[in-house]
């Protein structure tokens, strides 16, 4: 049988997969950051979300020092030991690698009082969950004493609301141009993960309620499926996008969504005005994070890239066929504006 792109990284077997799974991390930063998980407030975290290759690690760790703040890395991957949880909550710890890579757990209540997903960002907003993987990116032990957090997930899209209902932080969603983001995955050596993204296992087959909003599209949905890789995506990003709008379509709580390519070209004058919406003000007075250079999870190819090659250099990436692929989908379904070169 073939394995996994996660297996042949990271495990021999899936047994040492779900082995390191239940290993807590005794690490040093590990035990600064549960010492101090009283003092930290979750509705004094800030809150990054955005689809994958869309910029939120280049925005999170611009501003952690801003911020004065901790960074949480992606506490929903399926290597973060405290994962587990989650996908036993959803039913969905017996699936494979491949699936639990793109999986994005759902809730559509107000709040998550008496829900696992609580005690979960709970700890993921205070910085107490297990593992090395949240941890990846800070820069040294020093920033684990910092008393604020910075977390950011590509995973969170379809439980969101819920979370901010109930911790209260505020929330900056970034969001980039499709043929940017399938351009910047096929660059990653994690791109197969991609390529084995069925979207009817994703959005219509969980039993937890995320059926009633996404059968709306259950024939797009199975016509994508049949499609290339960046169609799929695309049609992945598209959908779970829709359900973010849906769940912020009253306008209110303390959430920005903010153009990746603005961000670029506007740099730290439009970071200013999102932070000051969301009414988010520095530690101490530092000044505004310079928005340049790469981030840790910038691909090789793309380190160094000015300004033009990270709004257009997409056109070098793709072929015509899937250019035109993933227009026609971001248009289907209403993101004309996305396109934004």
């Known amino acids: 049988m073939t394995k996994s792109w996660v297996e042949q990284k990271y495990f021999k077997t899936a047994g040492d997969f ?25 509705a004094d975290s800030l809150f990054m979300c955005g689809f994958w290759r869309s910029g939120t690690t280049w925005l999170q760790q611009a501003l952690a020092a801003w911020l004065e703040a901790k960074l949480v890395f992606e506490p929903l991957f399926c290597l973060a030991p405290d994962a587990r949880v989650v996908f036993d909550a959803h039913h969905v710890a017996d699936k494979k690698f ?24 709970d700890r993921a907003l205070r910085s107490t969950l297990g593992g090395e993987w949240i941890r990846k990116y800070r820069r040294d032990l020093a920033e684990s004493y910092r008393t604020r957090t910075i977390l950011k997930c590509v995973r969170s899209q379809l439980c969101l609301r819920a979370v901010q209902n109930t911790f209260g932080m505020p929330v900056i969603h970034i969001y980039r141009d499709p043929r940017a983001i399938v351009a910047s ?31 709306q599209w259950r024939g797009e949905i199975q016509q994508y499926d049949e499609q290339d890789t960046p169609a799929r995506l695309t049609a992945y990003w598209a959908l779970t996008e829709k359900f973010l709008q849906h769940s912020y379509a009253d306008g209110r709580g303390r959430f920005v969504s903010v153009s990746y390519e603005e961000l670029c070209r ?74 934004v070169s």
């Not at 890579?101 to 696992?116: A, E, K, Q, V």
């Not at 997409?314 to 996305?338: C, D």
Request: hydrophobic content about 40%; glycine content about 6%; proline content about 5%.
């Open 98 to 121: 491949g699936y639990l890579l793109l999986y994005m757990p759902y809730y559509d209540g107000d709040d998550l009082r008496g829900h696992p997903l609580h005690d979960f960002f």
């Open 185 to 215: 995955a096929k660059m990653t050596e994690w791109y197969p993960m991609f390529e084995r993204l069925s979207l009817r296992r994703q959005l219509l087959q969980p039993a937890d309620g995320r059926a009633a909003f996404f059968s």
């Open 266 to 339: 506007r740099r730290e004058k439009l970071l200013q005005e999102v932070l000051e919406k969301l009414s988010v003000r520095p530690a101490a007075e530092n000044a505004l994070p310079a928005l340049e250079g790469d981030s840790s999870s910038t691909s090789a190819p793309r380190r160094g890239a000015s300004v033009d090659d990270r709004l257009t250099g997409w056109k070098k990436i793709l072929s015509a066929a899937e250019i035109a692929a993933i227009e026609a989908v971001a248009q289907y379904f209403g993101f004309e504006e996305r396109l």
């Open 18 to 42: 779900f082995q390191a799974m239940e290993t807590r991390e005794t690490s040093a930063s590990y035990q600064i950051d549960r010492e101090l998980a009283a003092q930290i407030k979750p």
